[in-house]
């Protein structure tokens, strides 16, 4: 009997675990938990924003640039997330790499002219995340680690991605060690 | 008179040939496809290079720099079920059994140094590069310029990928024959 139930406990967690990683939407992938590193930029307006300063909330970290195709086909569907998470607990934060402002006004005024980005002018603040690529987005957890990668440009405003987002956006603060212990 | 319009006629023959063979060549689609890989070779002209950075912003020491090299841009898409490695220093580029050496990112930064081109443009410069070394998940791709010193004759490039998590499985081997360096048209 013991037996038996020792086994039937052995494939629940295995199941949990198994469902943990079909959970997450196509092109999203588990990160090690590192931390997320600091940096301090200004937005296209001139406004500073310190990354140290979203501590306790879920942030959306996205690096892109005006010549790069995906990030062409996917920053429509970022303009649409931003309007829905706004003044949420998921932080929504665009980074333009090394582009000058003209550039980034013109191109952002035609296809999405809600996003404000922060603007990494020299380019050093992409090179320490060293993404995979240009577009790339992280998924920075409350206490400051990097818990998912986006793989290439994705279609943020479609259902799948949205739940993803409102489930982070819903985790509560104190649950978090609980769910991302490993 | 006989023989110099015979070899006029020959001569205009033989530069139709090579006109029709570099045509051939440029209009020639450069992919390929199996189950566990695609592959993709776009070829830009110096001056569709030279407008992309022109269009960055770059000064014009940048540009013609940039506009003297050959770029293989390649695009890889990971079809297979198991981690695909780029690792470009294993693909190989030769013409006619000599080696065509990559102009690697120390290369650029080399020439970068010697017209003081500022950090925004090396760093846009190096996005626009076939990354180093990474691994493909699954479905990934990834896209990225390679470039060589410009070749006036075509070119094979041997494109060897690692597989695996750790770079354990077979290595994956793709041949491109009769690569070129697209020119401007001339006309």
Not at chain 1, 1 to 9: A, G, L, P, Q
Not at chain 1, 166 to 174: A, Y
Not at chain 2, 18 to 47: E, G, H, S, W
Request: with cysteine; glycine share 6%; aromatic share 12%.
């Amino acid at each position: 009997m013991k037996i038996v139930s020792r086994v039937f406990i052995g494939l629940l967690i295995l199941m949990n675990q198994v469902l943990a990683n079909n959970d997450l939407p196509h092109g999203i992938i588990n990160q090690d938990g590192r931390s997320a590193p600091a940096f301090i930029l200004n937005d296209i307006d001139g406004e500073t924003f310190n990354f140290a300063d979203s501590k306790g909330k879920w942030v959306f970290v996205h690096f892109w640039a005006t010549w790069c195709g995906p990030c062409r086909k996917e920053i429509p569907t970022i303009q649409d997330i931003v309007k829905k998470f706004e003044n949420s607990n998921l932080e929504i934060v665009i980074i333009n790499t090394a582009e000058s402002e003209d550039t980034v006004f013109n191109f952002l005024g035609l296809l999405a002219p809600d996003i404000n980005p922060l603007m990494d002018t020299d380019g050093l603040v992409t090179e320490k995340w060293q993404p995979r690529g240009l577009p790339a987005t992280y998924f920075v957890d409350p206490e400051g680690k990097i818990r998912y990668l986006a793989l290439g440009g994705r279609p943020w405003n479609k259902d799948v991605y949205l739940e993803f987002l409102n489930g982070l956006k819903n985790e509560v603060k104190n649950d978090l060690k609980n769910v991302h212990k490993n | 008179m006989k023989k110099i319009t015979f070899r006029a006629f020959t001569g205009s023959l033989c530069l139709i040939a090579i006109v029709f063979q570099a045509n051939a060549l440029t209009k020639q689609k450069l992919t390929y496809t199996d189950d566990d890989i695609y592959l993709r070779f776009i070829q830009l002209t110096p001056q569709q290079i030279g407008s992309f950075y022109e269009g960055r912003e770059f000064k014009k020491a940048a540009v013609d720099k940039l506009t003297a090299s050959c770029y293989v841009t390649v695009i890889i898409k990971n079809r297979s079920k198991d981690f695909l490695w780029v690792d470009i220093a294993k693909w190989e580029f030769s013409q006619n059994g000599r080696k065509i050496i990559q102009q690697d990112r120390a290369y650029w930064e080399k020439q970068w140094d010697e017209i003081n081109l500022k950090q925004a443009h090396r760093s846009t410069f190096n996005w626009t590069l076939m990354p180093a070394e990474r691994n493909l998940y699954p479905q990934e791709e990834v896209g990225g310029r390679i470039p060589i010193p410009m070749q006036n004759k075509p070119f094979t490039v041997v494109l060897n990928f690692p597989t695996g998590e750790s770079k354990q499985g077979k290595i994956k081997t793709v041949t491109m024959d009769n690569v070129i360096c697209k020119l401007d048209d001339m006309k």
